[in-house]
């Protein structure tokens, strides 16, 4: 029986050649594994440059290609995973970098924890996109990959693990072209269509047959005209009719009074904001940031008869944010409607922020609070969403979707109140703890996504800025940026009570089909049970 060969030395079997090659070989495998690790680590900051404030949108059709790359090249499945696990983190790491104030160390865990989330990605390109490329498989990367993708979105934007931040698809906010996805199929569709040309252009740059590459060009081309195309065929929102004068419109005037860290200098900055208002232009909505009041006013009669005239003085309706210690002895934030005859209704906010409003398992996690700006108490969560019945300055019903920062970033959110009759989604924001970041940016972006997906114009009111407005088709009306202080006043077109988009009346068909189709993947590769590792 022959014997394996022996690594023999100048000195015979098992001398110090022999010792020697260990050491050198070891490290040099270990390199040649964590460098393409490195590389798609560094390769997930890239989409981040095209969200806000970067704001390079057009990156977002390419920027993927280098970490699928990876990927693709991986020597097998479990290592393409592994670079998708690495990739997802670094992308988490860099988008949700401005976190780093409030959570600390608990940062690079969370990248970690999400990050997971994308080696289903890895695995799909690997097995779709190795090498020989087929048209089959040129055809089927794109949705394949995208759907996988979208699942993972979709996962990490359950409200119990945070909720949605940094979706690909909210880096077309400014294109309500593109965003004409949005109304049909919610923010969903276009993460959808942006990683479906990301993967069609890598099976154009990679694949060696010109058939596979033709294939793929033309899923990308009907990917990029997707949008365009409908937003030229869908006729916009109906607007609503005001009689003969034309379309029906409100004047809302959203306050930011700047970086006031005391509360009491920040409420009397707000109230002069807002009696300035009081003039030959009248407004029919005064809106107020996040925490615009830490005073209770269900028991503060002082600031609420201050809120009172200001609203009696001009002669609009005023939405306060109020943050504040109840009689409960718990602190909550809640959009308060006040009128000249007092309080109206309010609304608590739902959904709170991880860490920022409440640190979740706070038995066990609690410890970050002590290194962060994380919540030092949990605020206590509202029971319910409900609209707000406002009226405008002639009286007629004005019914707001009034949502509380962090809040804009859920769909079905905005989704709930316009089909419940909101005709303006409002939002009350205050990002001042992340004032020299891109988190300001990226917040107002969200606003915009809101309006194309529902239909509705939407507004955002923030303490220190981005404040702004956009109509029902997500286009940017004013905005107050992040160095701006005082009162913005804009005209907002309303639309029909009756008009609304294929997403309000189907909902999330889209992430639904693709955890469907990411689930028939996976059964189709285990029931053909290929190998994890290549045989190479």
Known sequence: MPHPPLLTGPDGPGGPATAAAAPRTAPGRAAARYRPRLAALAAGALPVLAFPAPGVAALAWVALVPGLLLMQRAPGAREAAVRGWWFGAGFILTGMSWLLSSVGPALPLIAVVFGSLQAGVGVAVWRLLRPPLTVRRALLAPPVVAAVWLSTEYARSWPALGGPWALLGATQWQHPAVLALASAGGIWLVSAAVVAVNTAVLVVLTAVDPRPRAAAALLAAAALAAGPLLFALRPAPAPAQDGPAGAEEVRIALVQPGIVEDPQARFEAGARATAALA????????????????????????????????????????????????????????????????VVDRYRKIRLVPFG???????????????????????APGSGQHLLPAVDRSGRALPLGALVCFESAFPDMARTAARDGARVLVYQSS?????????????????????AETGRPAVQASLTGVSAAFDAQGRELARLGTDGTGALVVRLPLTAPTASTWYLRVGDVVPLTAVLVTAGAAAVAVRRRQPLVSER
């Open 357 to 379: 409003e409440y640190i979740p398992l706070r038995p066990v996690l609690g410890w970050v609070a002590g290194v962060s700006r994380a919540a030092g108490e949990n605020r």
């Open 431 to 451: 990002t001042s703890t992340f004032q020299r970041s891109w988190a300001p940016e990226q917040h107002v972006s969200l606003a915009a996504i809101r309006a």
């Open 279 to 342: 003039g030959p232009h009248p407004v029919d909505l005064v809106v107020w940031g996040e925490s615009s009041t830490t005073a209770d006013l269900d028991r503060d009669r002082a600031a609420l008869g201050r809120l009172r005239a200001l609203s009696a003085a001009t002669g609009a309706e005023l939405l306060a944010g109020e943050d504040a210690r109840k009689a409960d002895g718990r602190i909550s934030k809640d959009a308060v409607l006040v009128s000249a005859d007092g």
